[in-house]
């Protein structure tokens, strides 16, 4: 049985324990709470010029165009699949139209079911990945 603190205290009858585990839990939640919050990405930069951090993407020249692999990792306390699914589909086809638009050259529109997509969620660091790819043609 755990040892109990006295009545005097105006605590009630707290275990002790259970008193030093709220101290400690209190500041480790609070930050929890602090580190969930994000902030949202610059979007008046192209995404080649670095407008959102959490997007790496490789271009590669192809005979009839060029493709787009795209990775998309960042801090998701409470993993959306289909939020990240809808958010790297549309991260992979803005690039390819920035790429092509740099380029100086026009794209054909890019059908949704070319674009092969993959999401994940590592529950140890509650960080979720999408990993994209799509084949721009030249028009």
Known sequence: MLPVQPFPTGRGSIPMSEENTMK???????LALVSACTTPADVSKPL???GDKNAKSTIKDTATGFSVDLRYS??????EADARLVACRSIATTRACEEAKSR???IQPINEQT????????????RSACRAFVEAVWK
Do not use: D, W
């Open 24 to 30: 400690k839990m209190t500041p480790l939640l609070c």
């Open 48 to 50: 080649a010029a670095g």
């Open 74 to 79: 960042r801090y998701q306390f409470v993993p």
């Open 104 to 106: 100086g050259r026009e």
């Open 115 to 126: 674009l092969r997509v993959s999401v994940g969620h590592n529950i140890m660091n509650a």
